[in-house]
């Protein structure tokens, strides 16, 4: 039996491309409309494992799902980095000088808009996901529209490619998280990576402190956020991922960072991805 993973987006998405990528296609796709739904499918065992982007090389990170993941106590039990590649499709037959419209997510158009730009003709029409546009203009056999899609949205959709990687920045990756109930299961020898969080005191240098503790311990700290918290005005919540060559170091840091911050927490223990 497959393993049920909940996806942000439809089938086509860039959420379900990595799904399919991380887990070999070895799985089956539970379709939200939302991050919240995303994290309701799992919490409720409607699916087993859930894909959540989290950030992005060009536009940052993706905050609130952060806070979605700590507030329900899931765990990260991996990573994945996918190249944000767009392509404008269309009804096989169609030419792009038969195009008036492109829809698509808005952070799409954004990212396509040098190559938008050339053809001034065309309306821009901002839509909700960039698969569900590929989708409905498959099922409604539109003609004169385009979508900004995937590969994967336009193999699924019956869809001609007629102008590939048109994205501005070619470097544009998104990271996204892989999230369980569980703990991860991998041995320890297999973890290098982990996403903590942790909250401080309004005391001068805590902060340094901190960091200068990671560094003696042999951690490597390769990304920090700060999120307020919303009881305590002025104060914050760092989230923070580090890497290790072995994971006695992790453990040493986890003891000492337990004593100097406050609610510290491990949202997560797993094995780095390539980028």
Do not use: W
Request: hydrophobic share 40%; charged share 20%.
């Amino acid at each position: 039996m497959k393993e049920k993973v909940a996806i942000q987006g439809i089938k086509g998405s860039f959420h379900h491309q990595v799904a399919l990528e991380y887990f070999q296609e070895n799985v089956a796709i539970d379709e939200c409309l939302s991050f919240e739904a995303v994290i309701d499918s799992v919490l409720n065992n409607h699916s087993q494992l859930a894909v959540m982007a989290i950030e992005n090389s060009i536009a940052g990170s993706i905050i609130p799902n952060y806070a979605l993941i700590d507030k329900n106590n899931l765990h990260i039990i991996g990573e994945y980095y996918l190249d944000i590649i767009q392509n404008l499709m269309v009804l096989n037959g169609q030419q792009l000088s038969e195009i008036s419209e492109v829809h698509s997510h808005p952070m799409a158009l954004l990212q396509c808009m040098d190559f938008l730009k050339k053809h001034p003709q065309i309306k821009l029409v901002e839509d909700k996901d960039t698969a569900e546009t590929a989708r409905r203009i498959h099922q409604n056999q539109t003609k004169g529209i385009a979508a900004i899609a995937s590969k994967v949205a336009a193999e699924m959709y019956d869809l001609t490619i007629i102008a590939p990687e048109i994205q501005t920045v070619n470097n544009n990756m998104t990271r996204f998280f892989i999230v369980s109930k569980d703990e991860n299961s991998l041995p320890k020898e297999y973890i290098n990576k982990a996403s903590i969080k942790f909250e401080l005191d309004d005391t001068p240098g805590s902060l340094a402190t901190v960091l200068n503790v990671m560094t003696n311990c042999k951690l490597n700290l390769t990304k920090i956020q700060s999120l307020p918290i919303i009881e305590t005005p002025f104060q914050y919540s760092f989230f923070v991922d580090v890497v290790f060559e072995k994971y006695k170091h992790f453990e040493k840091a986890k003891k000492i960072l337990e004593l100097m911050t406050n609610h510290f927490k491990v949202l997560g223990e797993y094995s780095k991805n390539k980028q």
